[in-house]
Each structure stands twice: as C-alpha cells, then as structure tokens.
C-alpha cells in the first residue's frame, strides 16, 4: 500500500517543494492538481511561509472544502449501507 499510494502521493503532493516549482515541467504541474495532498501542503505553506510562493488561498480553501465534503458524503454512504446490513 505504502509503495503503490503514499509513497507517489508524498512525492508529487507538493510535500517537499512548492508547486511553482513545477513550472519548468507544465504538463505535470497540471497533472499533479488531481492530488488532494498538494492543495493541503500548498496551503500550509501559504499559511507558514507567506513570502514564498504557493497557490492562492482562493483556489486552495474551496477545493480542500469539496474534497472533505465528498470523502464526508462518501464515508457516511458506505457506514449507513454497512450499518444496515
């Protein structure tokens, strides 16, 4: 599990390097904006180290908000079908 999820999720989640980083390779600065972990450390960086570049909170706060409310519809889906059973 660690091999095949976390480990390329860390890697390309904007973890260990700002997202502006990525501007010499635009293909995959736009491909890693599918992964949820990039939004969060983007933000958190946004909130720690204002002067250095990141996302805008603008873009970060609502997209973090959508994740959490869709893993929130679909946690609560599948406690209810497994409660039911």
């Not at 010499?24 to 180290?49: D, H, M």
């Amino acid at each position: 599990m660690f091999t095949l999820v976390l480990a390329p999720m860390i890697m390309f989640g904007c973890a260990y390097y700002p997202w502006s980083a990525l501007n010499s390779f635009p293909v995959l600065q736009k491909v890693v904006l599918v992964n949820p972990l990039v939004y969060a450390c983007e933000g958190l960086r946004a909130t720690l180290v204002p002067q250095f570049p990141h996302l805008s909170m603008t873009i970060v706060v609502p997209v973090l908000l959508l994740l959490d409310g869709a893993v929130l519809a679909a946690g609560l889906s599948r406690f209810q079908q497994k409660a039911l059973s």
